[in-house]
């Protein structure tokens, strides 16, 4: 059993890290935490992806030496699916911290409901 779960450890980390992340999203009102919290989710599901494309024994997937049976070779769409989600996490997270910067600037809070309750008056203020 504890061999098991030793040789499973990594994705173990990256279910706790991605749990730690999502409970951030849930739990605090702090636009900034949110947004740390989804990068927690999104490192943790690299973490796994990375951990699942890699095979213990095998080369990167660079032919050298003339060896070109695919067996002796890691999949290499793990990566490529790791580092466009990463490209992408990168962009989502500089578009949120742009949005956040400018609900600040306008409400002067980064707490959530206070923005909600702010932007509500506004609304009523408009009719």
């Known amino acids: 059993m504890m061999e098991r779960i030793w040789d499973e450890r990594i994705q173990i980390v990256a279910v706790i890290l991605f749990t730690i992340g999502f409970c951030t ?7 900034l935490k ?18 699942m494309g890699y095979v213990e024994g095998r080369l990167a997937p660079i032919i ?9 070779y890691v999949n290499p769409l793990p990566a490529g699916l790791v580092l466009t989600g990463i490209v992408v996490s990168v962009s989502v997270t500089a578009l949120l911290l742009a949005l956040t910067i400018r609900l600040y600037r306008h409400y002067h809070s980064l707490d959530l409901d206070k923005i909600y309750e702010l ?9």
């Open 34 to 51: 949110k947004i740390i919290g989804l990068n927690i989710m999104d490192t943790a599901s690299y973490l796994l992806l990375t951990s």
């Open 64 to 72: 050298r030496g003339g060896n070109t049976d695919p067996s002796a």
């Open 25 to 31: 999203l849930l739990v605090h009102k702090n636009l």
């Open 119 to 127: 932007a509500a008056k506004e609304d009523q203020n408009e009719r």
